[in-house]
């Protein structure tokens, strides 16, 4: 009936009962009904105006890297496929040039470790030759080819290895790597779960000199968790895992000379208890820069050090009353000056340094967030990068000069924009979506931003949606009566009537820096809600204090008091909404995942009066249970600040329980560990209050895998219908 035509249409017009609006289920949601189709690992290339794509065979797995010319989008080679090569009959998961790109590096069988991490088969393919190469007899980790294309160091087993290209030979750089005690070149769990990174090395523009981060965790405690499995006993996985306030890895650098076969270690200076959380080498062969964080995280030295001599020196220092934000943003011009991002002023801004450390000019200015930087054009003098400029709910790319002129906004629809330039920097595709839009991925001119081409839209995918009639997201400004003006959205049952009362069920994370009023396409929450307003909720979301791309201030404001501002502008916005003539005051609710469990947690216990239910998956129930590096940056230690942690964790208010309560955790989490759970558990027994709760065996923060997702969220479907 979807395509009956127009005459037609209205000849039976007055026969005709109206056409039933489709419902959305949970199994089309978890079925992947409403995926959008999107552009797989497009990695531009450098030394020629390409780019790459991993194209998979979902049907059979096969992989194919292919090459795609950035001015016509039409692709000009098969590089590799896996079904050519017996040794890559699983596919292929991931792959890395060499920097002469004649080489690839093939990832096969990987092994997922923990978020970003994974160990692999690792095959070097000649591009000329189309010939495999093993490059190491058991799975490894992080492999990369030095900048003449003729070694590829890799991890192993906590120790560093390099394998000559031309002998197949490889040679350990070192030898006291050991599980649970001492990795060399590859992060431990908390560098990689808060600082991001994985690879932990580096080899110089010279491809002589390798430098490498020491990781000696022997005196870290112990974090274990029992994988039930289908085995007869459980088995139990222990890795180290530094709370707040107990002891971190001793972190030291190290530059490896590759040619005299020799390890350095380097005296960065007068530093205890601090953070390695980058290193990178400079245009100057023999100059490494490392960043150096005190572990309060309010003071980073960019500090440069001379290769050959081992000589440390600080350039530049930056410092904060809160926190130093980490950033992958450095980057070094051909004359050693460098582009560095900072809040200083208020606000992320780009700023441009001579090469010893004093500031040239601020690049960019403004009551607004620079969100991503893009990269230097250093014919054109051009700086490419994400902003919102357009709004703090938008995104949208820009160019301008080295000297902060010349500024001209690339993307000219409102929503968000993110983009992916071509090596010379001529052209940009651009992965566009917004509420109303899903989606799409088009080719633009990076001068004037002027569209050349589409490549790929979900067109498809909007003409499908118009069966459902789906609600739309309405974007607002929450104003508590406390005064301040929260960025919000509003989803309202398509048959919305003013003159009713209607449930509120409200979303929200509130993380810090985090955003989740942002104005881009739906996610599968996102149709979760659609799906809950279509059975005769409202669904709300807003952005209180501590969430980003507001300043600096807005951000920071919780610093030593997490759940505090953030719990309190949660209460006042639902008191706000629960005095809209359409709302029901007295059914509300709240959800939250992660940092919103821990918050849905809060509001529940802390907004007994709002609040009627709440649901908390995977939250942290005591701030004492989570990591050093995340938890000190906003909090300090638990030894300085003790009220901080106790007085905004969950599992100290449980006695305040009123409404309905469903706590979920996955006992294999291994970020926020179940024990946040079991303990916040033990609380409400021993205060008698009745709660619901689910555990998931076996699976991690995401709590995903097979059917999972579907039981959870029906589970939680089932809870709001019965408590709101």
């Known amino acids: 009936m979807k395509y009956i035509k127009r005459s037609l249409f209205l000849l039976i017009l007055t026969v005709m009962p109206a056409v039933a609006q489709q419902k959305i289920t949970l199994e089309q949601i978890w079925g992947g009904a409403f995926r959008t189709q999107a552009m797989d690992d497009l990695q531009a290339m450098k030394n020629t105006n390409q780019y790459t794509v991993l194209n998979v065979n979902r049907g059979n797995g096969a992989g194919t890297v292919d090459l795609y010319d950035f001015a ?79 070694k590829v160091a890799y991890s192993f087993e906590n ?36 600082f991001s990174f994985v690879k932990a090395y580096e080899w110089n ?181 994400q902003s919102t400029e357009n709004g703090s709910i938008n995104r949208d790319v820009y160019r301008i000069s080295l000297n902060g002129k010349n500024k001209v906004r690339l993307t000219p629809n409102e929503g968000t924009n993110v983009a992916t330039f071509s090596p010379n920097y001529e052209y940009f595709i651009n992965t566009y979506s917004s509420s109303m839009n899903p989606t799409s991925y088009t080719l633009h001119n990076a001068k004037d931003g002027k569209k050349v081409k589409d490549i790929k839209n979900n067109d498809d995918l909007k003409n499908r949606l118009t069966a459902f009639d789906l609600p739309v997201k309405e974007f607002m400004v929450v104003k508590t009566e406390k005064g301040q003006e929260l960025n919000a959205w509003m989803i309202k049952p398509k048959d919305f009537d003013p003159n009713k009362k209607y449930p509120v069920f409200m979303y929200q994370y509130s993380g810090p820096g985090s955003q989740q009023v ?111 590096v995340y938890t000190e940056r906003y909090m300090q230690t638990p030894q300085e600040n003790a009220s901080g942690y106790d007085d905004n964790s969950p599992i100290n208010h449980v006695s305040k329980l009123k409404g309905s309560y469903l706590l979920i955790h996955g006992t294999a989490d291994d970020n926020v560990h179940v024990q946040n759970t079991m303990r916040m558990v033990e609380a409400l027994v021993q205060a008698n209050k009745q709660f619901d709760w689910a555990i998931y065996p076996d699976r991690n923060h995401g709590i995903y895998g097979g059917k999972t997702r579907l039981q959870l969220y029906t589970k939680m479907t089932n809870f709001i219908k019965e408590k709101l």
């Open 159 to 194: 120790n560093l290895y390099v394998f000559d290209t031309a002998s197949k030979k490889a040679v350990q750089v070192t030898k006291d790597g050991k599980k649970n005690a001492v990795i060399n070149g590859i992060t431990d769990w908390v560098y990689e779960e808060e």
């Open 72 to 150: 016509t989008l039409n692709k000009v080679n098969t590089l590799i496929s896996s079904r050519d090569f017996n040794e890559l009959e699983n596919g292929i998961d991931n792959y890395v040039f060499s920097p002469d790109e004649k080489k690839i590096l093939l990832a096969t069988n990987s092994e997922q470790i923990f978020r970003h991490s994974f160990t692999a088969d690792y095959y070097i393919y000649d591009i000329a030759s189309k010939s495999l190469t093993k490059l190491a007899e058991g799975k490894i980790q992080e492999p990369s080819f030095s900048a003449d294309n003729s």
């Open 518 to 628: 942002n104005n881009d396409w739906n996610n599968s929450d996102d149709y979760w809600f659609m799906m809950l307003a279509q059975q005769g909720y409202i669904v709300a979301c807003v952005d209180g204090r501590g969430t980003g791309y507001k300043g600096a201030d807005f951000k920071k404001v919780t610093y030593k008091e997490l759940g505090k501002f953030e719990v309190e502008d949660q209460i006042d916005a639902a008191k706000t909404i629960g005095k809209y003539s359409y709302v029901d005051a007295s059914r509300i609710g709240i959800f939250g995942w992660s940092y919103g469990g821990f918050m849905s947690s809060n509001c529940i216990l802390k907004g007994n009066d709002v609040f009627k239910m709440a649901i908390a998956v995977a939250p942290v129930t005591n701030w004492r249970f989570y990591d050093s």
């Open 205 to 385: 523009s010279a491809g002589d000199k390798i430098a490498f981060i020491r990781f000696d965790e022997t005196d870290v405690p112990e974090f274990s968790m029992d994988l039930y499995n289908q085995g007869l006993y459980p088995a139990s996985y222990t890795f180290k895992y530094p709370k707040a306030g107990e002891k971190n890895a001793i972190v030291s650098l190290h530059i490896y000379d590759a040619k005299a076969g020799t390890t350095k270690k380097i005296n960065l200076g007068n530093y205890s208890d601090f953070y390695i959380p980058r290193i990178k080498w400079t245009n100057e062969a023999q100059t490494l820069s490392a960043q150096v964080l005190n572990r309060h995280q309010n003071n980073l030295d960019l500090v440069f050090v001379d290769a050959n001599s081992g000589t440390a020196k600080v350039v530049l220092n930056e410092k904060d009353k809160a926190y130093v934000d980490i950033t992958d943003n450095l980057t070094f011009l051909n004359d050693n000056s460098f582009i560095w991002t900072s809040e200083k002023d208020g606000y992320n801004h780009i700023y441009h340094y001579a090469k010893n450390g004093k500031l040239v000019s601020q690049v960019t200015k403004g009551p607004w967030e620079m969100t991503s930087y893009y990269g230097f054009d250093s014919k054109t003098g051009n700086i490419f990068y």
